[in-house]
């Protein structure tokens, strides 16, 4: 259901470049949803893989994360 929803605002013709909604995982905290054509306004000096981001194992902890 999720991802029929994501695609149909991906669809929408005001082309927003994602949405802010609420974590199903942390409901006191927001979660973010960029779709690739926000990639032009969005700069990162630095890309970080997302096992080495600072804060990962204590988040990976917290919500049961294991690696595949």
Do not use: C, E
């Amino acid at each position: 259901m999720t991802q029929l929803w994501a695609l149909a605002v991906f669809k929408n013709p005001a082309m927003v470049d994602g949405f802010i909604y609420m974590s199903r995982h942390l409901n006191s905290g927001k979660a973010v949803l960029l779709f690739d054509r926000a990639k032009p306004k969005i700069s990162v000096k630095r890309p970080v893989k997302l096992n080495k981001a600072s804060g990962f194992g204590a988040s990976a902890t917290r919500f049961n994360i294991v690696a595949a």
